[in-house]
T-cell receptor, first 112, second 114 residues
Framework: SQQGEEDPQALSIQEGENATMNCSYK?????LQWYRQNSGRGLVHLIL???NEREKHSGRLRVTLDTSKKSSSLLITASRAADTASYFC????????????WGAGTKLIIKP | SQTIHQWPATLVQPVGSPLSLECTVE??????LYWYRQAAGRGLQLLFY??????ISSEVPQNLSASRPQDRQFILSSKKLLLSDSGFYLC?????????????FGQGTRLTVV
């Protein structure tokens, strides 16, 4: 089942602008992870945020987690053309059977 | 450092033909291994996972099977492909059991069944 749901489904912005993607989930989680996928390639892990954390940073990435709203956001600051990719959230749900639950992803296009 | 290799990158197979996709991991021992399928524009669907040699768990009953003949080798197979088996297949490994750790992915195999 797809617990994570990202929005928007697609996002197109100008280079240099900030990009914000959101992920909502349904059940209690242990952690939430964000991944990036370039077209036709494998996924690359970006950041993991645990259920007891509210915010985490990694370079130009900022992830927030609101467990009361069952939602997370990924902010990419000062976007670059190389950030063009699909971004997925994956949840480690407490009641799942040893698998990450994946959303359908947000397709991000950075216009030069 | 750890690396994961998955091949082939693309594959076109006729309906009814067999399938064998291979994935190997280097630089780590006793990894947890996963096979996923990704439909176009969608998220990942877990097909199989393995916590050790010969230990395979199936998440979705279908026309596919998986085997782990060696610690760092994971194989996805089918005896007879269906059109519906077309998709993008991804192999992944993680270092801790379950999902409380990041997963590392291969580059994927684009399978087209014709």
């Amino acid at each position: 089942s797809q617990q994570g749901e990202e929005d928007p489904q697609a996002l197109s912005i100008q280079e240099g602008e900030n990009a914000t993607m959101n992920c909502s989930y349904k059940t209690s989680i242990n952690n939430l992870q964000w991944y990036r996928q370039n077209s036709g390639r494998g996924l690359v892990h970006l950041i993991l945020i645990r259920s007891n954390e509210r915010e985490k940073h990694s370079g130009r990435l900022r992830v927030t987690l609101d467990t009361s709203k069952k939602s997370s956001s990924l902010l990419i600051t000062a976007s670059r053309a190389a950030d063009t990719a699909s971004y997925f959230c994956a949840t480690d749900a407490m009641d799942s059977n040893y698998q990450l639950i994946w959303g359908a992803g947000t397709k991000l296009i950075i216009k030069p | 450092s750890q690396t994961i290799h998955q091949w082939p990158a693309t594959l076109v197979q006729p309906v009814g033909s067999p399938l064998s996709l291979e994935c190997t991991v280097e630089g780590t021992s006793n990894p947890n291994l996963y096979w996923y399928r990704q439909a176009a524009g969608r998220g990942l669907q877990l097909l199989f996972y393995s916590v050790g040699i010969g230990q395979i768990s199936s998440e979705v009953p279908q026309n596919l099977s998986a085997s782990r003949p060696q610690d760092r080798q994971f194989i996805l197979s089918s005896k007879k492909l269906l059109l519906s088996d077309s998709g993008f297949y991804l192999c992944a490994w993680s270092g801790l059991w379950g999902r409380r750790a990041e997963a590392f992915f291969g580059q994927g195999t684009r399978l087209t069944v014709v």
